[in-house]
């Protein structure tokens, strides 16, 4: 008897294949989900690469333009002093400084470096054969990396924050095949970074320039911290392009972009790489979306 309804207590044959194929199936669709999701989520990343690359190379666009007009005008003021008289040249040299805002000082410098027409006199007499500027102003076309100022640090008007330039020199051809000198311009660092502060907010992208010695010579990111142990610090330093969600110093998760200086027209590299991130929630955004994060 007790063995009878042991017997009756199990499940049929139709029992059991139904729970295997209900089992089977939730299997399958928890499979299914985890392998869409992860797809999702790859194709969302791709998205939200594709929409940074585009906006970091717009942002590098509109940098370079804007620094090709301060080099345009320092080229074509090479083509214009070489007949010039050191007055003359002064004049010139006051027009292109203007307010200071943009150009902080130009000045010509003879080939033994010693400066015989500045704007507003600044540096007037003075020797600058040592300074990067004019050493390699007479090898030829020279874009700066942004520096504190040095001879300039006490002469020019002072700010709450130390005074920094990024160089612009050219030498001067004396008309016989020889250098008659080497034309320099130091340009404001605050201005380049007004523009790129500028950019970024429109865009909405957090941007930082890396430049030519691993050092951060610009940032939209206020009270920068160390970034030294990002892998995309890592990638600007060798001018390796790359995308990565990471986690900054700030213990916040972002996704950034590393991408190498663009060439534009004739303006020479300063060695920037740029590092551009955005918040890494944008991540899980839909692709449907990124047009309009």
Known sequence: MIEKTAQTRLPSLATITLAFVIVSA????????????????????ASLQRALETRTRGIQMAIAQALHREWGSLAAMRQQVSGQTPAELQERLNSIVGDGDIVSWAGFAEPDGTV??????????????ERPWFREGLKGPFAGDVHEAVLLASLLPQTSE???????????????????????????????????????????????????????????????????????????????????????????????LTVPELTYQDLPKFGWNIVARIDGQAATVPAREMSNY
Do not use: C
């Open 162 to 256: 130390p005074l920094r330039f990024i160089d612009f020199a050219v030498p001067v051809d004396d008309g016989t095949g020889g250098v008659r000198g080497v034309l320099g311009v130091h340009l404001n660092a605050s201005w380049i970074k007004r523009v790129i502060d500028e950019l970024a907010d429109a865009l909405n992208v957090d941007i930082v320039i890396v430049g030519a010695t691993g050092g951060i010579s610009v940032s939209s990111v206020p009270d920068l911290p160390d970034l030294s142990g990002l892998a995309s610090l890592q990638r600007a330093r060798t001018g390796a392009i790359g995308a990565s969600l990471e986690q900054w110093p700030d213990d916040q998760a972002y996704f950034t």
């Open 26 to 45: 939730i299997v399958g669709l928890g499979m299914a989900y985890v392998l869409i999701s992860e797809r999702a989520r790859a194709f969302e990343e």
């Open 116 to 129: 015989i027409a500045a704007s507003n006199g600044l540096l007037l007499g003075q020797n600058v054969g």
